[in-house]
């Protein structure tokens, strides 16, 4: 018997107002076939030695042992389905329309019915599939007022967002490991939201700031951060491409949260022109790393695509380095911008 609590109030058992402790206890039962142990919430009464389950606990209670059975048999918990419903920030009432199960379903599979398996396994989709459920909502439009499903809409959106941004994190920590611990990251774990801070701060500053630029003042204020400092800014690895040096697995960066461009199509290729997001506010940048972009986008920011190609391909690291190779922070030593 484990004590949780101790308050002052009526006692159901001696029928005295007295300390009462709250305490757990581990129980044992056979519930719908299976052996199912549970931890069940009683008032203690000290003054008859006494354990009472009050109507408030009976209900806890059956909460707790239900939820042991669906532990048994793999099934959602009800504070995993509760869980599931919030990340959406949708009620129990317009869960349940939005899965079209009739309105009370989600009520009860929170509180007392135990789902069957069909039911439990579209909920754990929606769990994990975010476009799923946007799916669903977007099917069940016509079910809920303009009103929640726009609100239900616009957290499905952010979820989706989130969902991206954290798969590219993992996909680009994943595809640049190799590289921990030597030349080749500039001594820097990968700070991908640093690295959304520095693409803002650009756009803001440079004027027709289109991709390639873009991926070159990376290079050159990771490389002369480097130089000034001994370690670079964001953690990117950069590779030697026929345009220049680009971080690897540059596209990435694209799709993350809060880098912002508008898209043109060319006569055979589409430009990207890199803006600043609106109402950004975050800013991970110390003082000397601005100081760093300031330098570079000095350096650079009048001068067209073509030419910072021509200044990236006069530079040691790129002409030393074999084409789709990393190159080495080793070589920031000899970088052109003083």
């Given at each position: 018997?484990?004590?949780?609590?101790?308050?002052?109030?009526?006692?159901h058992?001696?029928?005295?107002?007295?300390?009462?402790?709250?305490?757990?206890v581990?129980?044992?039962?056979?519930?719908?076939?299976?052996?199912?142990?549970?931890?069940?919430?009683?008032?203690?009464c000290?003054?008859?030695?006494?354990?009472?389950e009050?109507?408030?606990?009976?209900k806890?209670?059956?909460?707790?042992?239900?939820?042991?059975?669906?532990?048994?048999?793999?099934?959602?918990?009800?504070?995993?389905i509760?869980?599931?419903?919030?990340?959406?920030?949708?009620?129990?009432?317009?869960?349940?329309e939005?899965?079209?199960?009739?309105?009370?379903?989600?009520?009860?599979?929170?509180?007392h019915?135990?789902?069957?398996?069909a039911?439990?396994?579209?909920?754990?989709?929606?769990?994990?599939?975010?476009?799923?459920?946007?799916?669903?909502?977007?099917?069940?439009?016509?079910?809920?007022?303009?009103?929640?499903?726009?609100?239900?809409?616009?957290?499905?959106?952010?979820?989706?967002?989130?969902?991206?941004?954290?798969?590219i994190?993992?996909?680009?920590?994943?595809?640049?490991?190799?590289?921990?611990?030597?030349?080749?990251?500039?001594g820097?774990?990968?700070?991908?939201?640093?690295?959304?801070?520095?693409?803002n701060?650009?756009?803001?500053?440079?004027?027709?700031?289109?991709?390639?630029?873009?991926?070159?003042?990376?290079?050159?204020?990771?490389?002369?951060?480097?130089?000034?400092?001994g370690?670079?800014?964001?953690?990117?690895?950069?590779?030697?491409?026929?345009?220049?040096?680009?971080?690897?697995?540059?596209?990435?960066?694209?799709?993350?949260?809060?880098?912002?461009?508008?898209?043109?199509?060319?006569?055979?290729?589409?430009?990207?022109?890199?803006?600043?997001?609106?109402?950004?506010?975050?800013s991970?940048?110390?003082?000397?790393?601005?100081?760093i972009?300031?330098?570079v986008?000095?350096?650079?920011?009048?001068?067209?695509?073509?030419?910072i190609?021509?200044?990236?391909?006069?530079?040691?690291?790129?002409?030393?380095?074999?084409?789709?190779?990393?190159?080495?922070?080793?070589?920031?030593?000899?970088?052109?911008i003083?």
């Amino acid at each position: 018997m484990e004590k949780l609590s101790r308050d002052m109030k009526f006692c159901h058992a001696c029928l005295k107002e007295h300390e009462v402790d709250t305490v757990a206890v581990t129980e044992e039962t056979i519930f719908r076939g299976k052996p199912v142990s549970f931890q069940a919430v009683y008032d203690y009464c000290s003054n008859l030695d006494q354990l009472l389950e009050t109507e408030e606990l009976i209900k806890i209670n059956q909460l707790s042992l239900i939820d042991a059975y669906r532990k048994e048999v793999n099934l959602l918990t009800s504070d995993e389905i509760r869980r599931i419903r919030e990340k959406y920030g949708v009620s129990q009432k317009d869960f349940s329309e939005i899965l079209n199960w009739g309105e009370v379903t989600i009520i009860r599979y929170e509180n007392h019915q135990i789902q069957d398996q069909a039911h439990d396994e579209v909920m754990r989709k929606i769990g994990t599939d975010t476009q799923w459920f946007k799916e669903l909502l977007v099917s069940a439009r016509e079910r809920l007022s303009e009103k929640r499903f726009k609100k239900y809409l616009d957290i499905v959106l952010q979820q989706m967002a989130l969902n991206k941004s954290s798969y590219i994190e993992s996909f680009m920590e994943a595809s640049i490991s190799k590289y921990d611990g030597t030349e080749y990251n500039g001594g820097t774990s990968l700070q991908l939201p640093l690295v959304v801070d520095m693409i803002n701060y650009l756009a803001k500053k440079v004027d027709n700031l289109f991709e390639v630029k873009l991926m070159k003042l990376l290079f050159y204020a990771d490389f002369y951060h480097y130089k000034m400092a001994g370690k670079g800014i964001s953690g990117l690895v950069y590779m030697a491409l026929p345009m220049g040096a680009a971080p690897d697995n540059y596209r990435c960066l694209l799709d993350l949260e809060n880098v912002n461009f508008i898209e043109k199509q060319e006569a055979d290729f589409i430009s990207r022109r890199f803006v600043p997001t609106a109402n950004y506010q975050s800013s991970l940048l110390s003082d000397f790393h601005k100081l760093i972009l300031d330098r570079v986008i000095e350096a650079f920011k009048d001068k067209k695509t073509d030419e910072i190609v021509i200044s990236m391909h006069n530079e040691d690291a790129y002409k030393n380095t074999s084409f789709k190779e990393p190159i080495s922070y080793n070589y920031a030593k000899t970088l052109s911008i003083d």
